[in-house]
Structure formats: structure tokens, C-alpha cells
């Protein structure tokens, strides 16, 4: 019964340094996602609307 305790205990800090890990990758200043993060926002000429069908009556 020890080893199973022992056991679950390590695999809660483990996931638990994985989990900051990966929280603190993404948030380190390495990352720089800005021109991919406003590119839906930004405006494309060279893309034209698509012409919507008007209703048949």
C-alpha cells in the first residue's frame, strides 16, 4: 500500500513540473506569435468578399 501512495505522490509532482513547464514556455518572451496572432485581424485587399446569392421570391 506504501508504494502505491509513494507512487501517486511522484506522479503528482511530475505533472505538476510538466504542467508550470509548459505554462512557463508559453509565456517566456522567446515566443513571439504577433504578426501570427493579429493576421485575422489585419486588413487583405487581395482577398474579395465572396457575393452573397440574393433571395428568389
Same mark, same amino acid.
Given at each position: 500500500?506504501?508504494?502505491?501512495i509513494? $507512487?501517486q *505522490?511522484?506522479?503528482?509532482i511530475?505533472v505538476?513540473?510538466l504542467f508550470?513547464?509548459i505554462? #512557463?514556455w508559453?509565456?517566456s518572451?522567446?515566443r513571439? $506569435?504577433? *504578426?501570427?496572432?493579429n493576421?485575422?485581424?489585419?486588413d ?5 468578399p #465572396?457575393?452573397?446569392?440574393q433571395?428568389h421570391?
Amino acid at each position: 500500500m506504501n508504494i502505491l501512495i509513494l $507512487f501517486q *505522490s511522484i506522479w503528482t509532482i511530475v505533472v505538476l513540473v510538466l504542467f508550470l513547464g509548459i505554462v #512557463i514556455w508559453t509565456f517566456s518572451s522567446r515566443r513571439k $506569435f504577433d *504578426s501570427a496572432a493579429n493576421a485575422p485581424i489585419n486588413d487583405d485587399d487581395s482577398i474579395k468578399p #465572396i457575393k452573397q446569392e440574393q433571395a428568389h421570391v
